[in-house]
């Protein structure tokens, strides 16, 4: 349902493969829901991420920033 409520706004999903607290198959849960709800969505599997390290990877906040940037072009 929160998927769903997005509406037309973007989604991405950035889910580390060593997060120990969520499992990639959630992030796998949410990004069926959004195609099923038409919600533009991305995902992104960042290789030896943890659940912590994702917000301190330049390399991910690079691609976040990459991301934001197209869609806020697009509108």
Do not use: C, K, N
Request: avoid cysteine.
């Amino acid at each position: 349902d929160s998927v769903a409520a997005l509406g037309e706004r973007p989604l991405l999903i950035v889910h580390g493969s060593r997060d120990g607290l969520v499992r990639e198959s959630h992030a796998g849960e949410i990004q069926r829901a959004a195609e099923a709800a038409g919600v533009p969505v991305q995902r992104m599997r960042v290789r030896g991420g943890t659940h912590i390290s994702l917000g301190s990877d330049e390399s991910v906040q690079q691609r976040v920033v990459r991301f934001l940037r197209r869609q806020l072009r697009a509108r």
